[in-house]
């Protein structure tokens, strides 16, 4: 009750339903405090949603097109009293560097629909690799892993995957190319 602003990351990925559930939580919460409240959005809180809805939208299993877009937050009653600023700048790539920053505005085109493609976008030659195992994945993204000894340089750099087991399969395989034993820290 004594929170003034709440941060969702990533809010595109969830389902109106998670923000419909939060606003009654909120609501009921709030109301009990003050019952003008109540009736306000998120109880009166702030809530500020972080995402791009040109990335990941909800998942619908085995759902249609109309489904999944039926399922965004901007499909949910609330969607009309959110206020939408429009941000200009990626400042995540503001001090990155000349490549950084090209690579943002392919990105960037290719998720506005600006890029002159309607439904396949071409990949471009320097980001293919000439072998598909895992090995060459990871050499191609971290070249010196097995040697390097500074962490800084694995900064900016990621190897994404879309399921568990093939994180499992990634992790297990660098760990076995990085040199030194690896060690498991688990929380209490």
Known sequence: Q?????????????SKYNFEAVDRCLKDMMGAVDP??????FGGKVVVFGGDFRQIIPVVVKGSRADVIAECVSSSDIWS???????????????AGQEAAALAQKLLAIGDGSNGFKSAVPIEREWLLASDDLPSLIDKVYPSFATETNPISFD???????????VDAINDKAAAIFPGESQVYESC
């Open 2 to 14: 004594e929170t003034d602003l709440i941060l969702w990351d990533e809010a595109v990925m969830s």
């Open 36 to 41: 003008t409240l109540k009736t306000k959005l």
């Open 81 to 95: 009293q959110v206020q939408v600023p429009q941000l200009t700048e990626n400042m995540s790539v503001r001090y």
């Open 156 to 166: 900016g750099r990621a190897i994404l995957a879309s399921k568990n087991d093939q």
